[in-house]
């Protein structure tokens, strides 16, 4: 590895994958290796990583950076920055430990906990005792309720030291548990309900049915492709797209009106069912959630399940619109799903909320099949993980270079932020700016970016409708760093 004097992150393993049997824990620890080292490379961070037990010990000269990637990494329990290395041995785990963290513990109550993950002549309680004995003083030991706890972590020849574990994604390696085909709108719902999924091991593609035209499947793809970004390591999933104007007509022309959502569900099954099979995905993901729209009660989801040809996963089915909002906000997506208009909403008449199967089967069977084959036949496939920035919005939102005179906002997340930042900007997260960019003095121009450079392109454009001048640096966190390099090195001519 390059870049400087290495730091250390430690990534513990999930239970989930400790539990299972010799060869499964063998094979979903390669896959989360193989995961965890496509979110590192994805990053631009340098690393050399080593597997310990069950945690993966990641040098690396950038460990925040690091840090805050390997979180999203599914199958990783928790992260930690070392704060200090020592010899495997009590005397030089009680002198480090004592100098490192005398200033973290004085007038605080704390607590030492150790754990060896190879054999030593000593116990885990003697390095406790050794180096406690070194903090008590300056703090008060509290093995009960403790404000500061020190942890040591024993591998090798050598003795990591730490205070904070920060949570990670937990679940599942993304790809270790088969294929699943998302049916996504772009809302909050689908894109949870694909998140659940990839939490849970799956490699999970994506069908839209378009029913918006173009601008809505640009604004959809942006969700998946935000998803993918944050959450997606390991994999390289398909957007499928199909037209169902013609499918809408269709039902709107042949079908009762009071059952136009339900015909609609089952033309989505279908078309979900015939991908899923080209994709030789097991299950279909879906949205739904009992009672959260007609169509979703639970006498008509079990009519739909009637249609189904292949299993249909619910993962909300029991959660609140409140919760599901919240997982969204949490996972990214909010932002971009709360701008999505909801285009289901086919009849303004009362839908049928308790549908029989021989109503629905007969309203179905109105429709021409030969359309729905041919939406299938002529759909398009979009590779997500080739996706540019640039492929989602037009040119006039970006800029590759920064204007002396601009304000320059950081929108991603404040750790980030402190790590490094362009001189002068100020930091403002993506789901605060959507909510607070009006308030901003509209006689400045402004410059955005974020991690990926996937996510600041539609806050411009938003901000240019409001009357704005706003733009996205193009590219992200990288060409950023390059575009200050290369400002800086005409500024001094170096």
Known sequence: MTGGLPGIVLALVAPDIVTKAPGTRRRFTERLRANLLD?????????????????????????????????????????????????????????????????????????????????????????????????????????????????????????????????????????????????????????????????????????????????????????????????????????????????????????????????????????????????????????????????????????????????????????????????????GTAPLSERIPEICGLARVRPSVSTRVRVLKREVEKIDPNLLEAAIRRRRTIDVHAVKPEDLRADYLFVDEIPGDAVVIDCREPELYRIWHVPGAVNIPVAELLATFRRLDRSQRYVLYCTFGTRTPLLAELMQQAGYEAYAFRGGIRAVERAVERAFELETGS
Not at 98 to 106: H, I, K, L, S
Not at 186 to 195: I, K, L, M, P, R
Not at 264 to 275: E, G, H, S
Not at 278 to 286: F, G, I, L, R, S
């Open 39 to 331: 979110a590192l490379e994805r990053a631009g961070v340098p690393h050399a990583v080593q597997l310990r037990g069950t945690r993966f010990v990641v040098e690396t000269p950038q460990p925040d950076v690091a840090a805050s990637v390997l979180r999203h990494v599914f199958g990783i329990a928790t992260v930690a920055v070392v704060e200090a290395v020592a010899r495997a041995e009590i005397e030089d785990i009680a002198r480090v430990g004592g100098e490192r963290f005398r200033p973290a513990v004085e007038g605080k109550r704390f607590a030492v906990r150790a754990k060896k993950l190879d054999a030593y002549p000593f116990s885990t309680p003697d390095i406790e005792r050794a180096l406690g004995a070194a903090l008590n003083g300056p703090g008060k030991v509290d093995l009960t309720n403790p404000e500061v706890t020190v942890h040591v972590e024993l591998s090798g020849d050598r003795a990591f030291l730490f205070t904070h574990r920060q949570p990670a994604a937990g679940g599942l390696p993304a790809g270790v548990q088969g294929r699943a085909l998302a049916l996504v709108s772009g809302g909050f719902d689908s894109a949870v309900a694909a998140w659940r999924l990839m939490r849970r091991g799956a490699e999970v593609h994506f069908l839209y049915c378009n029913l918006g035209g173009a601008a809505h499947e640009r604004m959809v793809l942006q969700v998946v492709k935000v998803l993918h970004e944050l959450w997606g390591f390991g994999l390289r999933p398909r957007f499928h797209v199909l037209d169902f104007v013609p499918l809408v007509d269709e039902l709107r022309r042949r079908t009762e009106r009071t059952l136009w959502q339900m015909v609609l569900k089952v033309l989505f099954y279908r078309a979900a069912a015939t991908v899923a099979r080209m994709e030789h995905a097991d299950v279909v993901v879906t949205g739904e959630a009992v009672g959260q729209v007609s169509s979703q009660t639970l006498p008509n989801l079990a009519t739909l399940d009637h249609f189904a040809e292949v299993p249909v996963l619910r993962p909300l089915c029991g959660h609140d619109k409140s919760e599901i909002v919240a997982e969204a906000r949490r996972i």
